[in-house]
């Protein structure tokens, strides 16, 4: 058994923005806007653990409602 990784970086929301066709300079289009896990040391957790490590991961979260989800 190999000791588990710790990993010590961001964890936040990354916020991405997806429009519905191709956008052109100056565009207004409608879209999605979707909300999904991110932060580098935490985009890493999840990868490492993926591929089957034990990994541990200490991040600054918020005492606000995005830190608690």
Not at 20 to 35: E, M, S, V, Y
Not at 45 to 63: D, F, I, K, N, Y
């Amino acid at each position: 058994m190999t000791a588990p990784l710790i990993l010590f970086g961001a964890a936040h929301w990354d916020l991405i923005a997806r429009p519905d066709r191709p956008a052109a300079p100056g565009d207004d289009l409608p879209g999605r806007i979707l909300r999904r896990p991110g932060g580098v040391a935490a985009n890493l957790a999840v990868a490492l653990a993926a591929l089957g490590r034990t990994v541990r991961l200490v991040a600054p979260l918020g005492a606000d409602p995005d830190g608690e989800a």
